[in-house]
């Protein structure tokens, strides 16, 4: 499987906020999520959303304004401490 991101390819948000370490750390932290949310049977788009949420969150990213494009995942069977609540009608 080809992994969507590099440091080159990193969002440009992203590479405003980190560099060196951290922003390979980022790179490693979401190419790894996306790979395992989809193993767990995740959508791409589900998948995508939890890398950013986790890659973000080990990594210090902060986004102000606009997050349009982290959409939680809803993860029914997962349960447990990484399950992400279901409320449709925030994300309608």
């Known amino acids: 499987m080809i ?3 590099t440091p080159d390819t990193a969002p440009d948000y992203v590479k405003r906020q980190l560099s060196g370490t ?3 750390q980022w790179v490693d ?3 790894s999520a996306y790979v395992r949310a ?3 049977g995740a959508s791409h788009a589900d ?3 939890s890398a950013f949420m ?3 969150a080990v990594a ?3 986004r102000r304004g606009d997050c349009s494009h982290v959409r939680p995942a809803v993860f029914e069977k997962s349960g447990g401490a990484n399950a992400v609540p279901h409320h449709p009608e ?3």
Do not use: D, S, T
Request: hydrophobic share 45%.
């Open 29 to 31: 932290v979401w190419n």
């Open 3 to 5: 992994v969507p991101y």
């Open 54 to 56: 986790q890659a973000h």
């Open 22 to 24: 951290r922003l390979r």
């Open 38 to 40: 989809l193993e767990k």
């Open 47 to 49: 998948a995508e959303a």
């Open 90 to 92: 925030l994300y309608a």
């Open 60 to 62: 210090g990213v902060r």
